[in-house]
């Protein structure tokens, strides 16, 4: 037994030096940290948002909001189930604008309750009113029912501008992941109904269900959200079809065909990310439709780092390249 014990551990820490080796030479300093020290469980994020309960707003705890902002729940139905989302509204106002975040998860992970740290430093930040969106993870029901509650959120929003003191003509939306991705879709929508935003910020955003079968990965999505945890996911949401010949609209905002008229967008994702490819390429086709978009890239960031390293200075130069882009559209 003690032989036993001993070669497994040597195994085990020969198998954490490689790994460890190999963040090395693809993960930038600031963000090393001791989960680099262990094989990236494949597939470890996705399995255990598809084994949680649902519906897993009724259980996660609600972060608490920075100083300076003061909050309120504000109660949506959609399809039938109330959902709780969260209203930040800053003590000083810096500008018009509104913003509608949406968190990230996979589709399949959280809730609105632990990005109010986030969403309510937002709000401070920029000095606008930021609704932070519930809405129902696909574990609980798959697409559309997601973006149908963002909507709604949205209809919310664009109808209280008189009542919280903002100009709905100036609502940007912003989203985590796949936050991002809905945040894309969410856009599209609301430019085919009538009622633009002003704005997207998509931060490394999950926009094409396609990625589930690249081979050209080039080491990308090592850590954190991986190739099977995309896969995983992105069936899960689409109820099997993940690169499908064809999707129904929105349901993977990179299928959209014609991307002119969007509202302008800046991108932020790091180039060891599993969705850079993705969302370099929706860039440059938003370039292409006329719309302008800002692509920021983050040198040697993994998916999420910025949750795990927010102090790091180049998650801070991440931050403020997006503040000051928000800032900015409510301007124009």
Request: proline share 7%; charged share 15%.
């Amino acid at each position: 037994m003690k032989k036993f014990l001993l070669v497994l551990g040597l195994a085990t820490a020969g198998h954490c030096a490689y790994w460890h080796r190999k963040a090395q030479k693809q993960v930038n300093p600031q963000f090393w940290g001791p989960r680099l020290y262990l094989a990236p469980l494949q597939g470890f994020y996705a399995s255990l948002g598809y084994l949680l309960p649902e519906p897993q707003r009724n259980y996660l705890r609600v972060a608490q909001p920075v100083a300076g902002v003061k909050v309120e729940r504000i109660e949506l139905s959609s399809a039938g189930v109330i959902l709780s989302s969260f209203l930040n509204l800053p003590a000083q106002r810096q500008s018009e604008g509104a913003v509608l975040f949406i968190h990230g998860g996979g589709h399949l992970l959280s809730s609105a309750g632990p990005a109010q740290t986030y969403a309510s430093a937002l709000a401070r930040d920029l000095g606008v009113p930021v609704l932070n969106v519930e809405y129902r993870n696909a574990g609980e029901a798959p697409f559309p029912a997601d973006l149908d509650d963002c909507y709604k959120a949205l209809q919310w929003l664009q109808a209280s501008g008189q009542k919280y003191g903002f100009d709905p003509s100036l609502i940007a939306v912003c989203g985590q992941s796949a936050g991002g991705g809905l945040a894309a879709s969410l856009a599209q929508r609301a430019l085919d109904a009538g009622n633009p935003l002003n704005f997207q910020a998509l931060i490394y955003p999950m926009l094409d269900d396609r990625t589930t079968d690249r081979s050209d990965r080039q080491g990308r999505g090592t850590y954190a959200w991986t190739p099977l945890d995309n896969k995983i996911a992105w069936n899960t949401y689409l109820g099997g079809q993940a690169g499908a010949p064809s999707l129904p609209a929105y349901a993977a905002p990179a299928r959209r065909q014609n991307l002119a008229g969007l509202p302008p967008a800046w991108i932020g994702v790091g180039d060891q990310d599993l969705f850079y490819p993705e969302g370099w390429d929706y860039h440059q086709r938003l370039l292409q439709a006329g719309v302008e978009s800002k692509f920021h890239q983050v040198q040697g960031m993994y998916h999420a780092a910025d949750m795990i390293f927010p102090e790091s200075q180049l998650i801070r130069d991440f931050y403020s390249s997006m503040l000051s882009a928000l800032r900015a559209s409510f301007e124009n």
